[in-house]
């Protein structure tokens, strides 16, 4: 277990900075746990889709991962993928009462009718030092006006045909973090996401960009340079919260 906790989880980068969330989420966990293993932390992953991008990882660093999602299919492609993390098949509140170091509801609000009603059904299963772990897409950044344009103008089905005459119609395939594709409800800014934090009593202590650019327009064009890539992730570091594709918060409870 020692030689497994001292490899800290690993995710290539891409565009939309899914190895630098994961690196937000284990920075966090060994910051706010000084002195504590991975193996002896324990994680919740709410909405974990297949478990691709945090869950899996997680708990191939040493984490003790539990997992949940309402969709099947996604949730059978996570156990067939890694029997070492405990998926559920069902929402939070189906999940026995425990406790855990840390919660994780990434990229899952925004998909939400009520987001705030999640947060209030996962609250209870993190521990009075726990932290909580939240991403969302910025709702007025890249991602969402480039995603609105590629889909308005039809640029699918011209990168299908270019495909099909220079490519052989083969696609380089991205995995994907959950096999549900439902649409987002919800355009978050960061100022909204405050108010909902100070509504349950949630204290914020980090908050950092994904990447500057990370729409499909973006993909076909740029997405496939590693140099453009890294640069990508890197710059939002930089940038005013509003200019970035999403966010990454840790929070913890206010005492």
């Known amino acids: 277990m020692s030689e497994r906790d001292a490899r800290a989880p690993y995710l290539q980068e891409n565009l939309w900075g899914y190895g630098k969330r994961l690196r937000f989420v284990d920075d966090a966990m060994q910051r706010e746990?000084?002195?504590?293993?991975?193996?002896?932390?324990?994680?919740?992953?709410?909405?974990?889709?297949?478990?691709?991008?945090?869950?899996?990882?997680?708990?191939?660093?040493?984490?003790?991962?539990?997992?949940?999602?309402?969709?099947?299919?996604?949730?059978?492609?996570?156990?067939?993928?890694?029997?070492?993390?405990?998926?559920?098949?069902g929402v939070v509140s189906d999940l026995p009462q425990s406790k855990f170091d840390c919660v994780i509801i990434s990229e899952v609000l925004e998909h939400l009718d009520a987001p705030e009603m999640l947060l209030g059904m996962a609250l209870p299963y993190l521990a009075e030092s726990g932290i909580l772990i939240i991403t969302v897409p910025n709702g007025y950044g890249e991602f969402e006006l480039d995603r609105r344009s590629y889909q308005a103008l039809h640029v699918d089905k011209l990168v299908a045909w270019l495909y099909s005459v220079f490519k052989n119609g083969k696609y380089k395939q991205y995995l994907a973090g959950s096999d549900d594709g439902s649409p987002h409800?919800?355009?978050?800014?960061?100022?909204?996401?405050?108010?909902?934090?100070?509504?349950?009593?949630?204290?914020?202590?980090?908050?950092?960009?994904?990447?500057?650019?990370?729409?499909?327009?973006?993909?076909?064009?740029?997405?496939?340079?590693?140099?453009?890539?890294?640069?990508?992730?890197?710059?939002?570091?930089?940038?005013?919260l509003p200019l970035v594709s999403g966010w990454m918060f840790c929070l913890r409870r206010k005492h």
């Open 185 to 240: 409800t919800q355009r978050f800014t960061v100022s909204r996401l405050r108010k909902i934090f100070n509504r349950n009593n949630l204290l914020l202590i980090e908050t950092r960009g994904t990447s500057l650019a990370s729409g499909p327009l973006i993909l076909h064009l740029l997405g496939r340079f590693e140099f453009f890539i890294r640069l990508n992730a890197a710059i939002a570091d930089h940038l005013p």
């Open 33 to 89: 746990f000084p002195g504590k293993k991975r193996f002896e932390l324990r994680v919740l992953d709410i909405g974990c889709g297949n478990g691709s991008q945090l869950a899996i990882p997680l708990a191939d660093g040493g984490y003790q991962v539990t997992a949940v999602d309402p969709h099947g299919p996604s949730i059978q492609r996570g156990r067939r993928s890694a029997p070492d993390v405990r998926f559920h098949h």
